[in-house]
């Protein structure tokens, strides 16, 4: 297949790359560890037949939405898609609505009726249907223009969205309109089991270019690091002026929870580029006691969300 560009291991020129963990709080680091804990564990109620359906994690891609979280503001609205709970647990952190959302149970952010991909809570917004929320933020991010200026319109997609029409209208329009657009590219190589160069000729950047729309590209797991390169970006969008950034990630599990069709080498290949060993390795003693802590909060979590009544 082909996957997106190996992470830079240095930050500038030839100068040794800092430790991911510089600037970067507790609060963060912890919150990236428990969603990999939650996707993990979600992995887990599946194997043990507690869980019903399908689900798609976001297994190595945890830093992405909480790098770019900490560029939003609560007026902001968030469009997420079906390999969402990343992107609503660094909005929301609550492991405990979703959790029982995903298996029906009382306490359910949406009551049990959005499951894993369809969740819809205050100003963020999740759907299964690739395409679908571009269009629908372009008409957010045009009413957050006119009735409330600085807010933004931030919304994830994949690189298999880019094979749907409603995408290029809707850029077309941010671009024509200047709206506070913000699209997120969560570039892992491959859509479902299609291998992104044998779906897409040119490239994402192309593709914004071809609109007029700035595109950035994210190379590093660094939290602080992409926080430091996209905030005049992202500020730049709150006066009207969209951005597409395509973050280079890899996705570790299957597409949904048992349906991994790349070979052993592409699976070795994506979990090499893994965050989560980085960060281990920078700084073995804190990461391993927020790792823990993390675990058995989700520990905590599943075993009081399971044993709750049907929503």
């Known amino acids: ?9 240095r930050s500038h020129g030839d100068a040794p790359a800092k430790s991911p963990l510089t600037g970067l709080s507790d609060q963060d680091l912890s919150l990236m560890l428990t969603i990999r804990a939650f996707e993990s564990t979600l992995l887990d109620l599946f194997d043990r037949g507690m869980l019903n359906g399908t689900t798609h994690t976001c297994l190595g891609q945890e830093y992405v939405p909480v790098a770019l979280e900490g560029l939003l503001a609560p007026g902001d609205h968030v469009f997420s898609n079906h390999r969402g709970h990343g992107h609503y647990l660094a909005r929301h952190r609550d492991p405990e609505g979703l959790l029982a959302e995903i298996m029906g149970r009382s306490g359910a952010v949406c009551g049990g009726v959005g499951g894993s991909q369809h969740i819809r ?8 249907v690739q395409g679908e929320s571009l269009p629908v933020a372009c008409g957010v991010a045009l009413h957050l223009k006119r009735t ?9 997609v994949g690189d298999g969205t880019f094979g749907e029409g409603a995408v290029y209208e809707a850029l077309n329009i941010a671009s024509l309109w200047d709206l506070p ?3 997120v590219v969560e570039n892992n190589g491959i859509a479902q089991s299609t291998p992104l160069a044998a779906n897409m ?9 071809a609109f007029d729309i700035e595109h950035r590209r994210v190379d590093t797991v660094d939290v602080t690091a992409i926080r430091r390169q996209l905030d005049p970006a992202v500020r730049a969008v709150r006066e009207g002026r969209p951005l597409v950034v395509e973050f280079a990630t890899h996705r570790l599990g299957p597409h949904s929870k048992g349906d991994d069709t790349r070979s052993a080498q592409d699976i070795a290949e994506a979990r090499a580029a893994d965050w989560y060993p980085r960060y281990a390795a920078a700084d073995p003693e804190r990461f391993a006691r927020l790792d823990a802590a993390a675990r058995a909060h989700i520990d905590a979590v599943a075993a009081d969300v399971v044993a709750r009544e049907p929503s």
């Open 1 to 9: 297949m082909s996957a997106p560009a190996p992470l830079r291991e």
């Open 181 to 183: 657009l913000l699209v």
């Open 121 to 128: 809570r205050d100003r963020y917004l999740s759907t299964g």
């Open 148 to 156: 409330e200026p600085g807010a933004l319109a931030c919304v994830y």
């Open 201 to 209: 000729a040119g490239s994402i950047a192309g593709r914004a270019a």
